[in-house]
């Protein structure tokens, strides 16, 4: 098992296994809703397990609200990374052939959109991404959001709220560029 090279005690490795068998399925779920490939999810979630293992000494509750947000941040974090290097793969792919075909530069314009949607998103702060992200990219309602992250329903709304303030505000930034 490849996850367990960087870990050099028995209580920590014990530790990851419980991680791994309580939290994979959990993280495979966040990588698919951004990937939307089977195969390219299991392969986020290795890489965020390897990422795991190099922090297991950072982890003690295996249980906690804080272990949880922090195994899904590095799952969804990984899988966005994955999603954008694999955009940026599929349009250097495309053979001069295809240039000729009016539905091309489409697919460039949309390709940017979601890019910079997606810079957007992974640059808000903390506290406003997690339950943004939880709330539209996993369809979470509030009370499970509240709930996973331990805090009251109103702040979720309220960070959602404001969250959306911000993409609109750096949307309307980047269309005055």
């Given at each position: 098992?490849?996850?367990?090279?960087?870990?050099?005690?028995?209580?920590?490795?014990?530790?990851?296994v419980f991680i791994y068998r309580k939290y994979k399925y959990l993280m495979m779920k966040i990588a698919y809703n951004i990937l939307n490939?089977?195969?390219?999810?299991?392969?986020?979630?290795?890489?965020?397990?390897?990422?795991?293992?190099?922090?297991?000494?950072?982890?003690?509750?295996?249980?906690?609200?804080?272990?949880?947000?922090?195994?899904?941040?590095?799952?969804?974090?990984?899988?966005?990374?994955?999603?954008?290097?694999?955009?940026?793969?599929?349009?250097?792919?495309?053979?001069?052939?295809?240039?000729?075909?009016?539905?091309?530069?489409?697919?460039?314009?949309?390709?940017?959109?979601?890019?910079?949607?997606?810079?957007?998103?992974?640059?808000?702060?903390?506290?406003?991404?997690?339950?943004?992200?939880?709330?539209?990219?996993?369809?979470?309602?509030?009370?499970?959001?509240?709930?996973?992250?331990?805090?009251?329903?109103?702040?979720?709304?309220?960070?959602?709220?404001?969250?959306?303030?911000?993409?609109?505000?750096?949307?309307?930034?980047?269309?005055?560029?």
């Amino acid at each position: 098992m490849l996850h367990l090279m960087p870990i050099n005690s028995p209580d920590e490795k014990k530790l990851f296994v419980f991680i791994y068998r309580k939290y994979k399925y959990l993280m495979m779920k966040i990588a698919y809703n951004i990937l939307n490939d089977h195969f390219l999810a299991e392969d986020a979630v290795h890489e965020a397990f390897i990422k795991v293992a190099h922090n297991i000494k950072h982890i003690r509750n295996v249980e906690s609200a804080a272990t949880r947000r922090y195994l899904m941040i590095i799952t969804r974090n990984t899988a966005i990374d994955m999603y954008r290097s694999r955009k940026k793969q599929i349009t250097h792919e495309i053979s001069f052939d295809e240039l000729n075909d009016g539905y091309l530069p489409f697919t460039y314009i949309e390709t940017d959109i979601e890019n910079e949607t997606l810079d957007i998103l992974k640059n808000l702060p903390v506290k406003y991404r997690d339950v943004f992200l939880l709330k539209y990219s996993h369809h979470m309602s509030y009370a499970e959001i509240s709930k996973l992250m331990s805090i009251p329903e109103g702040t979720v709304r309220q960070r959602i709220a404001r969250g959306k303030l911000i993409v609109k505000e750096e949307i309307h930034k980047r269309k005055k560029k």
